[in-house]
């Protein structure tokens, strides 16, 4: 794909880059919202932040320019690359536009936007599934409609993939935009879900998209603009975001943090360094002008959605977004619920997922949500399918793996020459002991919690089930995690598999 080239891989997220006619966006990316006739903070300021692309309404440029061609780009003195939406927006919250979908295209094109979209109907929350199943219909209608007229333009065009909140309707969109040659497919998410922080309903309606559409193509998500949610939804597959948000909550006096949003009310401290909060205190932004406060929380609030992406991205680096989302389903109880929806989408993030990124970064285990992490569910997956069912039918030795390198405890290195020898690990599982200085096996860094004994175990239980041994003999070091385990394996398993445990002494 000549438009679109992924880099980086982690979980369904990705760092790319995205070529338009007036220049490279790189993905994760996300688009702050302009006004065209009355933009705060301006432009160039949004630039100087690190924005190099912005997203416009089409619609209200051709209402204010009443129809008449003009270059968006002369328009908004912006020479980066421009993103166009089409006036769907507005249709779902002022009812009908005085405007048709080939009149809107066509003023894309022709006043040369980089990214168009077509005149979608976006369902909202407030339609019934057959109110949302046309709006669905009609949007594809005039997806077919507009292709004669994109088709011999060089600007990339998006294709809305309508249907939320209804997930059959999703699935539908995402599976009927194969047919057609857009460049890009638009989540058209129900802003409402967002103001109430439903994540959870997000996570699973992009995931469902996620699903089901072409994997190569970017995956532009509608509307989320908040810094609590964005790395839950790249994950999934999200490439491109816009938000109007900094702006709208700024006019509202909210100020967005990495984990919520405060009213500016409530603030005694700013707890943030960028240019603005190093420079003013809470107390100074309440006493500024209106014009002059919005300005400062519209730049604020972008400068914390810009470090939130910057934080993902590092994080698909080092390929350890699964523990950056660990570590933020903490923050808040709506991105725990967010999370635990995650947690049903492994298969979805191990399709993409690397196994190893060969890269010297070790994961990092942390706690019993640890063990969802797709990358290590892969590695375990893929040892017990490739490796282990050679154990089948015999009588094993089943020693802990305490101290690195497993293969060079002392309990372990002179056996290691017989073949019925296995390692078995709170995360990390059964394993034979040739795999202790591979990665995750070596690389890892872990906090075992001996209240979980029992999830931890559960897995490891059916490792062994499925291994079918005649017999098995589990070693443990008296007052270790190992005791724990061992005692819970041999209460589970006696009744199946002939299991003894010894303490090493
Ligand atoms: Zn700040």
Redesign the pocket.
Known sequence: MEYFDPREYDLAGRIARLKTRHGVIETPYLFPVIDPTRQQPPLDTVRKLGFNAVITNAYLFYKRNRGRVKSVHESLNWKYPIMADSGGYQVLIYGDVEIDNTTIVNYEKKIGVDIGVILDIPTGTRMTFQEAWKAVQTTFDRAVEALPIIMDSDQLWVLPIQGAPYKELVKYSSIRAWRYPYHIHAFGSPTVFLEKYDYSKIVELVATAKLYLPPHKPLHIFGVGHPMILPFLVALGGDLFDSASYILYARDNRYMTETGTKRIDELSY?P?N?P??SKYTAEEIRKLPSKERVKLLGL?NL??LRKELLKTKQAIKEGRLWEYLEYKSKAHPTLRKAFEIIKKYINLMNKYNPLTKGSPYAMFLINVDSLYNPRLVNTRYSTLNNILTSYKGRRLGLYPALYKPYNQQEWISNKISKANILLYHPYLGIFPPELSNTYPYFQHEESIDTEFMDKYSEKIISEISNIKPVAITIYYVRNTWSEHIARILEGKLKRVIDVKIVEIT
């Open positions: 700013l943030c960028c603005v909060c604020h400068y914390v």
